[in-house]
């Protein structure tokens, strides 16, 4: 068994001002669902669209499949551009939200379909439907029918249904959202190993974080149809851009300092009268002025009030404590701004407890500087 | 609102096989709709010497004789739309969610009534309980029994129409994702609740349709308010009668095509409700199979109550049965074959004319039917809203105005076609597809369409996905779609009053004319012979029907337990 | 499947090619009828029509008011020739629409001028009386007799048992209504249809109906033209006419060529009208059990049959008949809606 055989067409993905207008619900305007897009995604990639519900995400994905038509702006797929062709003739497959298995066609015959409507020599439909039976581990079941499965069975015959076909794109439709906690996380190990081995470009569209970290090349945080931030996931999160990537990618706090001035990298900034230098403050640190500061609840380190003398940023109070064993979750009011802390092996220092008056200590290298009043949408 | 409309022209443009279709249905819709409408409301406002004249419109206006009538046949509809629809779903949720016994022997009672050849179950009614009738005057010892008017309509149209709603919500009910109805009994729900929170609300879109095609089908019908109305005189007969008795044709036609104003509005209302609503169940992500409950506290009522309306129906088709088999129906009651001799050599070349034309109009009106369903739920094109809403049109017209439409439109150039085998086929195609697409749109807007898309991006064109994923996912609405234009084929009666010729004469014609001249057990020997040709069609359509893919959701075919 | 989806596809498409009806030959040998007349009578006088010219016929039957609906429509290409059946008053209106061809056949020569049509289109073939189709069992059991007048109709005895068509929507009963006008003049007439009320069973919607209620025991009286009463009695049923002494109204059954009907078959139509006219079409109703009575004054009148010479027949005049139908038909709906409110 060789699944290398499955990869022979990656293609690389171009949207170049991708828009896409709806009706509104109640016929009275239009509703931009997607605006003024461009993305690469290059060949053997996987890219994760990450946003809210509503954000987008999805339309585009219809949008590259062929379901949905721009409403301007173009889309080349292997540097063809495909406006003028019909979600059939794309090379694309696709793995559905719902699985959209045939209800009425064996396990077999659903892993077939694709081979079949292209009117493949039967003994070659055969071989390559038995071969990806075997890759998802389906062949002792290719007789039943989809409702015969279980739920991450009924996965893996989706995902055999779209790779058998050795498509150009693979598109990914919020795939991992039937399955339980546990199977999710399992199946979309899976689905990355397989995605890496076969190299097939692929794009994902999920709203669930940890699922983007875990499987994605780059990650594309979409919001209200525009674009937020492009990046690997570790560029996402330790370099958001803005207030919006920074909270939608993983937590957050936003301190609120002072820019006294910028030197190549680094920042020189002021907080509650205190001077700090910020190494790395980021692209979108402002020059001057006011500024957020962006520190992950990992970054912080509390301190007992009497040891925090002349090193701590802040001071404050725990409101609320939450210990999970590896993590102790402390929820601090400061005068500057609502804070959540994160300590990692808790046992290892100091527990608080709730009410505790408490110094915070800053790590400044992973913290980084955004405009304090930042623009809700970047034009 | 410009922008979207461009952008459909342009999804038509971009994909041939829907342009081909969608003009190809819009060509039939206008041809076999549109224009016999149209030439039957000019010729009614156009006088003899061709000038424009509302007079006829006015003197039926001001007459107001169409309004009891008129009065009489919406009361009636709904009557009778109502029962039929409970009737129906009763033995729809009892076939695919209970285990009882005889389940069997019900689905076949349930659905011979479709089998209704006009005027037998109002003559079975006058032998059953007129004054003469077996029931009423041999077993009770009533004199005066009274078997016409409103009441016996009422009892004979919902026999004739409560398979509609039957197998319009079988479909619905076995479609329903059976996970949904788990979930809530998972969550402690009883029967009870859940069939009031969950399984009814999700089969309003084939409870609407049933009785949408039910009250259609009884205000248009002709035959058994001819028979056994009395005096409570429905619109589609009143219209009848305006022309044949009266000589009035152009007031006779616009009484009838004042039935066109309650059926559309009951349609839009419909099409109104179930907008903007989801009734998505069959989503993709497969089910596990259905357990069956063997509630006895549920079964046993369901049991008595199907039971009850299957011996009903024996009793008026065993009336038929006898009548066709002794030598005086009501008077002479010896055992006799003459009455089939008579339709196996004098009637048979009427009886093979009706097989004929009906099974070519079956396929076409079948696939038709589900073509323009798929179309009208799956697809974006310009006129849509009007396709779905003409295609509407001619089942609710009574069929004598169809009729008198066919023969104004398409007896002259360009289209020379009285007479011929074509027109009886268009005009059954047309009239009688509605059955199919009403029970395709439901079915279909309750499929995921992703299920479709997913066919689509694994490189099937819009045709391999319609033939090889909806289609068979459609299989019971096409099957009822199927077996229904095959039975309103063969037993059409006004509509073809004025389409037969010499060349294609129809049954029901000769039934008529048998039944005119008191040879009753000669037209129910007819009838018995119909009914024998109809069973053998539909157990060879539910074979090819069958034949379309096994079918993994669908409750009949035990399918297997959880895995 | 997918053999059998585009095969249906074709068929669609080619469907209308075989639409194309049968073309004629030089010695046409067809002719198309339209016929009001029960398919029971047709083949008699058909195969021997055949048997004697070699035309073939060929025909739809239909109730003569759906006949007259349908030629009416088919006016601009009209598909049949010949008008088979039907009482004159439907030919009335066909006449004044333009719907038929001025022909009489020469043997009206043999036809008493009251039957024949003034306006030259339709040629009368029989003559059918209005009569009571009675229930024998029924009268057996209460050993009561039949009715042999109008006003027995009116006897407290058959209250609730006579079956009698709506003028509004009957033929049949449209000449009952103008018969009792003409015996009674408008007056007597109201009176007369308001008393008969009580003893209506229903009216019914089609001319055929009553003898079928009598046959079926759901009324003792039918109001019928005497072929139609006797229907049910040819089949077995315990039916029976009686005819008023007083006098009564009479059907004229006509025929006559459709204008603009295919034109090969002209001259066949006016050989079968010839025919139907002559002695020996005339001699048919014995065979045909039809129990018409024939209009040709040298034909023999069929066994059983009544002739119209054995009635006293009203002088009725179905062109005045024709003329006042709106307005008797209206006066008759008001007289019964108030009988009925007396009830």
Known sequence: MSERDFSARSSNVSLLHLTKRFRSLDGSGEVTAVNDINLEIRAGELVTILGPSGCGKTTTLRMIAGFEYPTSGSIFIGGRDVAMIPPNKRGLSMVFQSYALFPHLTIYENVAYGLRVQKLPAAEIKERTQRALELMQLTSMAKRFPSQVSGGQQQRIALARAIVIEPSVLLFDEPLSNLDAKLREYMRDELRKLQKRLGITSLYVTHDQSEAMAISDRVVIMKDGWIQQVGTPREIYAFPQSKFVADFMGKANFIKVQVLGIEGEAARIEIEGMRFTVPRAGKAAPRAGSALLVVRPEALRLLPLSSAQGSAALKGRIDRFTYFGNIARYEVSTENAPLLIETYNPEASFVFEEGAEVGIIIDFESARLLPAEEQEQIS | MRENTRLSVAHLVRDPVLLFLVILVFTGLFLFILLPLYKIFSYSITTNEGKLSFQAAWDILRSRTYLQPLKNSMLLGLTTGILATIIGYVFAYALTRVDMPLKGFFKTIATIPIISPPFILSLSMIFLFGRNGLITNKLLGMEDSNVYGMHSLVVVQTISFFPIAYLTLTGTLAKLNPAVEDAALNLGASRGRIFRTVTLPLSVPGILSSFLLVFIQSMEDFSNPAVISGNFSTLAVEAYRTITGMYDMRGGSLMALMLLAPTLIAYVLQKYWLSGKSFVTVTGKPTTSRRQSRDPKLMWPLFAFCMLVSLTIILFYGTVLVGAFVKIWGINFSFTWAHFKYVMTLGWTPLRNSVVLALASTPIAGLLGMIIAFLVVRKEFPGKRAMEFISMLTFAVPGTVVGIGYILAFNGKPFMWTGSAFLLIMAFTFRNMPVGIESGTSTLIQIDRSIEEASTILGATGAVTFRRISLPMLKQAFFSGLVYSFVRAMTAVSAVIFLISPRWNLATISIFSLFESSKYSDAAAYIVVMIVIIIVVIGGLNLLVGRLGNSGTVSSGGSGERA | ?343
């Open chain 3, 1 to 343: 499947m997918r053999k059998i989806f585009l095969s249906m596809m074709v068929l669609f498409c080619l469907l209308p090619l075989f639409s194309v009806g049968a073309q004629g030959t030089p010695e046409y040998k067809f002719l198309t009828v339209y016929t009001a007349l029960p398919e029971s009578e047709l083949p008699t006088y058909f195969s021997e029509f055949e048997k004697d010219t070699g035309i073939k016929i060929q025909y739809v039957r239909l109730s003569a008011g759906e006949l007259l609906a349908r030629i009416r429509a088919e006016k601009g290409n009209p598909q049949a020739s010949v008008w088979f059946g039907g009482s004159y008053d439907n030919f009335v209106p066909a006449a004044k629409d333009g719907l038929l061809e001025a022909y009489q056949s020469p043997e009206l020569a043999n036809i008493p001028k009251v039957y024949q049509d003034a306006m030259g289109y339709a040629n009368p073939f029989y003559v059918g009386a209005i009569g009571f189709a009675c229930n024998t069992d029924w009268f057996k059991k209460r050993g009561l007799s039949y009715p042999t007048s109008w006003d027995d109709l009116l006897k407290p005895e058959f209250k609730s048992q006579i079956s009698m068509a709506h003028p509004s929507t009957s033929g049949t009963s449209y000449t009952i209504l103008a018969t009792i006008v003409q015996m009674r003049g408008e007056e007597g007439a109201w009176k007369y249809f308001t008393a008969l009320n009580q003893n209506i069973r229903q009216y019914t919607k089609s001319g055929t109906t009553p003898p079928m209620d009598v046959g079926l025991g759901e009324a003792a009286i039918g109001i019928t033209f005497s072929h139609d009463g006797l229907k049910p009695a040819f089949e077995g049923y315990p039916v029976a006419m009686s005819f008023p002494k007083d006098g009564t109204g009479y059907e004229i059954g006509c025929m006559a060529l459709i204008k603009n009907g295919p034109a090969k078959e002209m001259a066949n139509g006016k050989l079968f009208i010839d025919w139907m006219l002559s002695k020996r079409g005339q001699n048919l109703f014995e065979t045909s059990k039809s129990f018409r009575i024939p209009v040709n004054t040298q034909a023999t009148p069929p066994k059983g049959a009544i002739s119209v010479d054995s009635l006293k027949v009203i002088n009725y005049d179905p062109v005045w008949a024709g003329n006042n139908r709106t307005r008797l038909v209206e006066q008759f709906n008001k007289v019964v809606a108030a009988a009925n409110n007396l009830k």
